[in-house]
Structure formats: structure tokens, C-alpha cells
């Protein structure tokens, strides 16, 4: 789950991470009248999405009055922000943060991330902060520095020593980098984070490590340990029906395709996109019905699947363990009745009960096309999506 910086920067502060005086604000009056109780010389208004780049994109202004506050609140609310990550549609501001401008003299990047291949989590540091941090690691990837974190030990002085001498930073910010970094991870543990990001991190004229920028994206395998964040999420930022599948434990991700794909299991979702692409076609989304998936929820799916109108086929793509194969027919067959599918349904299915689960679909009186294995498909769903 994403939250906005503002929000971020709340749950910061309450783990002794410093961040800029601040307000969020819906109003060119509200923006107005926070600029007037910061009275700093500079404030800054910031768009809030859900995505990076705001900078470049015009997101972010700088106000030297109270006036110029309101009339940059004004322009920016309700206008379409477009950056690299939010993709032609762009996104539309809806709130904005108001902050007091800092003395900086430096930019760093900082981010604690989990890193899977680890096993652990990772500190990762750079001195090129407040630029688009995926085209330094692809252009300079050793600019980029990297300390991987044993959970059983936890954030040591020598992986703040490393960065900070590696990054360039004199001896004498030891101790405010080593305050900085241990608030951070102990926010990044005890929230779940799966990213704790900041960008930049900034060195203030009197020494000050500050949070200029923060991003988090919480775990959402964690979130029942934290119900307090649930009122943190903002739907508006997310497409609609990845809101309505989030009611039924559906994990899915609208995508540009014609191939609608239904999998249990990420991994399998992940190796299915990867072969229809591989066969030509291109898939509409990523959903995984879960390894406990019932025929309620292989119904919900399937009429989440088909409310995207550029759907052309649905690729049924599923290992039967815990869902047996026989269950799974079923679901397919009844929601198939039921919600009066037009579109051609390809299915692949291997596992518990797969022969049963196939003679279930012979004879359900459906049109329905059974694929002998993932390739031969993904070959077919392709074939239908191209007609």
C-alpha cells in the first residue's frame, strides 16, 4: 500500500526522523493561510500523488510569498499531473503539502528496501540525491552504494561509517548521519515497510540531516498488524478496479493488453505475462486468485476481469494444490453461465483432480478451449485475442 509524503513524513517524525515544517492543504485558502504560519521567506507546494517525477513535471513550486502560495495552490489543485510514472493518463492533484524552504548544502539518496535475492534488508545510499535515482543505477551503477543489513543484528555503526565516508561526507556529520539512518531503519522495521524512501535527503547549513522528500510503501501482507494506516489509503489514486478487487483477497493490476489472465500464484502470474508476450500477444493484467481460492471468488475474478472493455480472451492459467482442479472447473463453468461470458476463455489447468477438472468443462456445453500445457495456451489465447 502507498501513501502520500505528507503522510509519510507523519510517521517519520514520530520515530525522531527530522522532516520540514509542514502542512497538507485541498484549497488555495488553506494553502494560503499555511504559508502565513510556517513565516519562512520560502515555501514550497508540493503536488501529492501516488508517483515520482513530480519536480520535472511541475508539481513542485516554489513560493516566496504568501500570495504567490495561494496562486501556485490554485494552479496546481485539480489539474492532471503527467510524469514518467504516471503514464499518458497522468494524475489528478487533489491535495497539496505546503513546507518551509531549508538552507540546503547537500543532496543525498537514502532508502532502506527488502531485498529478496538478500534475504535481508538493504541500506542503499547515493550522492547524486534529488535526481531520478533508476537512470544513476543504470548509468552509474557504482555510484550507487549498497550495505545489506543482517536482521539478527540489525543497522551497525560500520554501515554508517562505510556510506558515510563513501559517499564523500566529512567525519564531522558521523553522528547526525548515524541518528538519521538508525530512525529510519527502526521506522522501516516497525511499520513493515517493504520501501522506505527518501529522495533527497538533505544536509541543512547548520548540519541537519532533513527528509526533504519521504515515500513509503507498506507490506500489505502486514498490514492487519497495523490498522491504524487503513485510513492512510487513498483510493482516488488507485484505478478502480484494482479497489473493487482489493474486497475479494484478489491481487490484480490492470495492464494495456487484450489478454485477460487469471493465475494463482504470483510467480505463475509473472511466467504467464512473460509467455503470452513471448507468443506475440500482450496481456490486459496481472490477477492472482490465490492458492485458496474459492468458486466465489473465481466468479468475482472472472466479472473483474471482463469489466475492462479492451478484454479480448481470458487465459485461465492454474497448478491446482490447495485449489483443486475440479473446484476450479466448476467456478469456471457456473461463472461462466452466470455472468453470460461472450469472450473466448482459453484454460490450462494441472494438479489435484485435473482429469475430473477437464471432464467438467467437456461437459459443461460451453465453448470453452482446454490447452494441453502453459505453451500450447498461451499459443491459443493469442491466436483468439488476434481475431
Known amino acids: 500500500m502507498k501513501i502520500h509524503e505528507y503522510q509519510a513524513k507523519a510517521i517519520l517524525a514520530g520515530f525522531g526522523v527530522a522532516v520540514p515544517r509542514g502542512e497538507a492543504v485541498f484549497s488555495k485558502e488553506e494553502a494560503a493561510a499555511a504559508a ?227 493465475v494463482n500464484g504470483a510467480g505463475l502470474a509473472m511466467a504467464t505475462m512473460d509467455i503470452i508476450k513471448l507468443n506475440g500477444g500482450n496481456p490486459a493484467n496481472f490477477l492472482d486468485v490465490g492458492g485458496d481460492a474459492s468458486e466465489a471468488r473465481v466468479k468475482n475474478a472472472f466479472r473483474i476481469l471482463l469489466s475492462d472493455p479492451n478484454v479480448k480472451v481470458v487465459f485461465i492459467n492454474v497448478f491446482g494444490g490447495i485449489l483443486r482442479c475440479d473446484m476450479l472447473a466448476s467456478g469456471i463453468v457456473n461463472s461462466a453461465k452466470e455472468l453470460n461470458i461472450k469472450v473466448p476463455v482459453v484454460v490450462r489447468m494441472e494438479g489435484t483432480n485435473v482429469e475430473r477438472g477437464k471432464e467438467i468443462l467437456r461437459k459443461s456445453g460451453l465453448d470453452l478451449t482446454v490447452a494441453d500445457g502453459m505453451k500450447d495456451g498461451a499459443e491459443k489465447a493469442v491466436k483468439l485475442a488476434g481475431k
Open 36 to 262: 502565513k504560519r510556517l513565516g519562512t521567506s520560502i515555501v514550497v507546494v508540493k503536488a501529492q500523488i501516488h508517483a515520482g517525477g513530480r519536480g520535472k513535471a511541475g508539481g513542485v513550486k516554489i513560493a516566496k510569498s504568501i500570495d504567490e502560495a495561494a496562486t501556485a495552490a490554485e494552479r496546481l489543485l485539480g489539474s492532471k499531473l503527467i510524469t514518467a510514472q504516471t503514464g499518458p493518463e497522468g494524475r489528478l492533484v487533489q491535495r497539496l503539502l505546503v513546507e518551509e524552504g531549508l538552507d540546503i548544502r547537500r543532496e543525498l539518496y537514502i532508502s532502506f528496501v527488502v531485498d529478496r535475492g538478500a534475504g535481508a534488508p538493504v541500506l542503499m545510499a547515493s550522492a547524486a540525491g534529488g535526481m531520478e535515482i533508476e537512470e544513476v543505477a543504470k548509468r552509474r551503477p557504482g555510484a550507487i552504494l549498497r550495505e545489506v543489513i543482517r536482521p539478527e543484528t540489525g543497522l551497525e555503526p560500520f554501515h554508517v561509517r562505510k556510506l558515510v565516508f563513501g559517499l564523500g561526507l566529512a567525519a564531522t556529520v558521523l553522528n547526525a548521519a548515524a541518528a538519521f539512518f538508525e530512525s529510519l531503519y527502526r521506522a522501516f522495521l516497525e511499520t513493515d515497510c517493504s520501501l522506505l524512501e527518501i529522495n533527497p535527503c538533505v544536509i541543512t547549513g547548520d548540519g541537519r540531516f532533513v527528509a526533504l522528500d519521504a515515500k513509503i510503501n507498506f507490506d500489505d501482507n502486514a498490514l492487519y498488524r497495523h490498522p491504524e494506516f487503513q485510513e492512510l489509503r487513498d483510493l482516488s489514486e488507485e484505478t478502480p478496479l484494482e479497489v473493487e478487487a482489493s474486497k475479494y483477497k484478489l491481487n490484480y493490476i490492470k495492464l494495456d493488453g487484450t489478454i485477460a489472465c487469471m
